[in-house]
């Protein structure tokens, strides 16, 4: 589920997200970063429901950073690949990648950089694009269309692509173990995709997804 707050402007409202389905990730109390934290939505939710006890933000947008600071306990502002967060080692119970890691060059070394900033036992979460989402195959395989859009998986400006095995790959490959791979799929009950969904033993939903949110823990 998602929503936006309130009294963002228009222009902010890609920024403003608000992932609710991220919270079953964190204990209560967290201390939590955000990479692409946009206007600060979701860790303005995870405040209010007591998982987040100090709140840490990057984004790289100005105007959404400044709004970020109202309610995180700092944020940077700018390219997470060039800046220099000065946390320390081990600190944080959480890293929060929602819908970011694909728009960088290298978001490998990226999620391996910020795997060093959890604490024993803490998380890395990620939320990538599934390229094997079955609208995308059929306009490529049966139509030979591959175009960008202004949002969504070919989002024109996503660098890089994932499926399930790549999107936990990347996970994994910053050291973490890779505990829970939840596809993210709007199926209606009865429906056809649902139909084939149960009938596949929910190996469907690799198609019908259009997100993998990935958890790593150290």
Request: aromatic content about 8%; charged content about 20%; glycine content about 8%.
């Amino acid at each position: 589920m998602s929503s936006m707050m309130p009294d963002v402007p228009t222009e902010l409202a890609y920024h403003s997200a608000e992932r609710r389905d991220v919270a079953p990730f964190l204990k209560p109390q967290s201390r939590v970063l955000e990479v692409g934290c946009g206007t600060g939505a979701t860790l303005r939710y995870l405040r209010q429901q007591g998982l987040c006890s100090w709140a840490g933000g990057v984004e790289f947008v100005p105007a959404a950073a400044e709004q970020a600071r109202q309610v995180a306990d700092r944020v940077w502002q700018g390219d997470v690949e060039s800046l220099d967060l000065d946390i320390a080692a081990g600190s944080l119970d959480a890293v929060l990648c929602l819908d970011v890691l694909e728009h960088l060059v290298d978001p490998w070394q990226t999620a391996a950089r910020l795997a060093t900033l959890l604490a024993p036992g803490g998380v890395l979460v990620a939320s990538l694009p599934n390229i094997r989402n079955h609208r995308i195959l059929a306009d490529l395989i049966f139509r030979g269309v591959w175009e960008y859009r202004d949002n969504g998986i070919l989002d024109r400006t996503h660098l890089r692509f994932f499926t399930r095995r790549s999107a936990v790959a990347l996970v994994a490959g910053a050291g973490l173990t890779v505990e829970r791979v939840n596809p993210l799929a709007r199926i209606k009950p009865w429906t056809l995709k649902w139909l084939l969904t149960r009938l596949s033993g929910g190996r469907m939903l690799e198609f019908y997804a259009t997100q993998f949110v990935v958890c790593g823990r150290k």
